[in-house]
């Protein structure tokens, strides 16, 4: 891989208030790049753009808000005259059994961690096309890739932004547009903080099966082990490549447990390969598919 030095690109962060957002534009304001923060409450970065006052905007706005993200890469257009790279960042961990989280509570963490990403994309890429690059990073996490018992609701979002984004991979790089998808481990950011973790309300039923796990993950806040700015360095130096990897794990855990699942994946796949084959038709041809 080369590196693009003294290229100034034009970010759009969403969820840049803290975190690996926050911590994704210091590192790219950092380097002399253009970055608009599209955020909820824009007083939370107002520091960031008062400091770069020419290379800093700040676009209200809420993920699920899916109607307004035009407007979004309208501003960026407007006032950078490009943009080079979507960050899809924002993001909320949701705690509970499938019994315990409700239809409402199941169908926003898709709307945040899916269908906001996947409009914003949309928006973007008429954009990148017409460039001819670009870079869509798509903020996943280990939890997109494997689950556990407790965190469904929040897998299911990232499961989906996964399966969708690998689609748009294929369907994007005739354009010169690169995808990548990152799965972080635990990092310390206010993900796993009281009022910012959404936690359904426990049943009696899960109690022994979730109760460590409720405590686990509300435990954790202040003691992860992942630098959101190791990772946001990562993350712009990646950027400036000129290949980026589909999947990019983040953090010695997520190794860990995504080689872990992945092998026993394919373990699981060998030993029912055998059952899998007999319901196809006896002597049926192989499908010939166009990828």
């Known amino acids: 891989m080369t590196s693009q030095p003294g290229i100034q690109r034009t970010w759009i962060i969403t969820g840049a208030s803290a975190g690996f957002g926050r911590a994704i534009a210091e590192c790219a304001v950092g380097r002399g790049d253009n970055v608009v923060l599209a955020v909820r409450r824009p007083g939370s970065v107002a520091d960031l753009a008062d400091a770069h006052p020419d290379r800093v905007l700040i676009v209200e706005f809420d993920v699920r808000d899916t109607g307004r993200a035009g407007e979004v890469v309208g501003s960026a257009v407007d006032r950078f005259g490009r943009v080079d790279v979507l960050v899809n960042n924002a993001g909320q961990g949701v705690v509970g059994a499938a019994e315990e989280v409700g239809e409402q509570e199941l169908r926003a963490s898709l709307e945040l961690h899916l269908l906001g990403p996947a409009a914003l994309v949309r928006a973007v890429l008429p954009v990148l096309r017409e460039q001819g690059s670009g870079t869509i990073v798509q903020m996943s996490s280990q939890g997109g890739r494997m689950s556990f018992p407790g965190v469904g609701a929040y897998s299911a979002g990232k499961f989906a932004l996964e399966g969708w984004s690998e689609a748009l991979a294929g369907e994007v790089a005739p354009f010169g547009v690169r995808v990548m998808i990152v799965e972080p481990s635990r990092f310390r ?11 359904a309300e426990a049943s009696a039923a899960y109690t022994g099966l979730l109760g460590a ?7 954790a806040d202040g003691l992860q082990e992942g630098d959101p700015v190791r990772a946001a360095q990562i993350i712009v130096d990646l950027v400036a490549e000129d290949r980026v990897p589909l999947r990019l794990p983040l953090g010695r855990e997520a190794v860990e447990r995504l080689g872990r699942s992945y092998r026993h994946n394919l373990e699981e796949l060998e030993r029912w390969a055998s059952v899998a084959r007999a319901a196809d038709f006896p002597g049926a041809p192989a499908s010939a598919r166009p990828v």
């Open 189 to 199: 950011t206010s993900f796993n903080a009281p009022g910012v973790l959404g936690v």
């Open 213 to 219: 796990v409720r405590d686990d993950m509300a435990g």
